[in-house]
């Protein structure tokens, strides 16, 4: 079985679970971070890594990815465990007040005090049909690293923001890039549409894939038009389904917590409905919350500095200055 020790559970990497990584670091804590994705970087890897955000404090304007980079960085030299592509979907808690979080992988994290980053629930993409047996294998849902696509033939699905960005941001970087879509409606900004208009994007509408060629890697996709049925076979060896993603609160509804709406209902030192789990960021609700990746960072320290006292009793919340 798949068994970790640790002290602190972190439910969530996004930015406020990685950051709450670091900040269990600076406090002694050692930490596993649980998260359904395949990367780190939650809304901002999987939605928006090459948009440029300008309301992080220290940073007049970063690439989301960058941000999500330099908080995994941050977080290093305390070498947290992470179990990406794992859905946490149980938290028991045990007679002496310490919790065994358990994945959908069969892992088991035990631990003595959990947080939960979960943003807007496990944030799964909307699957390709039939894709599935090549992920991995040159499908991907998103793309934190445009490198992976240097020189490549690149096939986008999808009509919304994030296949025309992709679109955009993949045209000095790949062989060639066709994007199909299977209305003629976009729901992408107008803007983003008319510049891979007057890009080299070939832009096709309703065009859908019908079938993925390859032996270990993606070599070909046919592609058909669902109007004729007209079918052409294009040369792909990486193939981006920009097709949106569920978000489910799915298994925390299930762990007693209080939840109001698709929030995480918490006090003012983050904890929720159960002593020694704590929550912080986009899953947190109280009166006046706002939902920025700022505030989910001093949420997320508020939350450690508070489930460092419920590990040890003796601890101070404040934890000094990093500045030393
Ligand atoms: C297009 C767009 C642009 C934005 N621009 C800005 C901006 O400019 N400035 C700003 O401050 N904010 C911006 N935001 C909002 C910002 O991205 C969020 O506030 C931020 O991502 C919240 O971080 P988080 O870590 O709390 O949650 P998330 O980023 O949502 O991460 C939560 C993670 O938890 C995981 N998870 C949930 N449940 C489970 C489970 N049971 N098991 C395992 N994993 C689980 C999810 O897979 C996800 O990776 C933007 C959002 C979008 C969509």
């Known amino acids: 079985m798949d068994r970790h020790e640790v002290d602190l559970t972190i439910i969530g990497a996004g930015p406020s ?24 970087g939650g ?9 440029m955000i300008y309301d992080v404090a220290g940073f ?36 002496d007040g310490s919790f065994i979080v ?63 960005d992709w679109a955009l941001n993949l045209e000095d970087i790949a062989r060639s890039i066709t ?10 900004h107008e803007d983003t549409v008319e510049k891979v208009k ?4 070939r832009l096709l509408t309703f065009t859908e894939v019908a079938q993925i060629h390859g032996d270990e890697e993606i070599e070909a996709v046919t592609i058909f038009n669902n109007q004729t049925d007209e079918r ?17 609160l799915g298994p925390l509804k299930s762990w007693d917590i209080e ?18 789990v704590f929550a912080g960021g986009d899953i947190t609700d109280y009166e006046g919350k706002v939902r920025l990746i700022s505030v989910g960072f001093g949420e997320a320290a508020t939350a450690v500095n508070n489930a460092a006292v419920y590990i040890d009793p003796s601890a101070k919340v404040f934890p000094g200055h990093s500045s030393g």
Do not use: C, W
């Not at 994007?179 to 992408?188: C, P, S």
């Open 17 to 40: 679970g990685l950051y709450a990584a670091y900040y269990a670091g600076f406090r002694g804590l050692t930490t596993a971070l649980v998260d359904s994705l395949p990367e780190p």
């Open 43 to 51: 809304q901002v890897s999987a939605l928006y890594p090459e948009k």
């Open 60 to 95: 007049p304007a970063v690439r989301g990815q960058e941000l999500i980079d330099r908080l995994v960085e941050q977080a290093a030299p305390y070498e947290p465990t992470y179990l990406l592509n794992q859905r946490a979907e149980q938290l028991d808690k045990q007679e």
């Open 102 to 164: 358990g994945t959908h992988k069969g892992a088991q994290v035990h631990t003595k005090s959990v947080i939960i980053t979960g943003g807007i629930g496990t944030f799964t993409p909307r699957p390709l049909p039939d894709g599935e047996t090549f992920e991995g294998r040159g499908l991907v849902y998103f793309v934190p690293r445009l490198e992976v696509m240097r020189d490549k033939d690149v096939l986008i699905v999808g009509g919304g923001d994030s296949a025309f």
């Open 179 to 188: 994007l199909i879509h299977r209305r003629d409606r976009f729901r992408a």
């Open 198 to 201: 007057a890009s080299s994007v």
């Open 232 to 248: 052409e076979t294009i040369k792909a060896q990486g193939v981006v389904a920009a097709l949106g993603f569920k978000s489910d």
């Open 259 to 276: 939840i109001d709406k698709r929030n995480i209902v918490v006090d003012t030192r983050m904890e929720t409905s159960v002593e020694g």
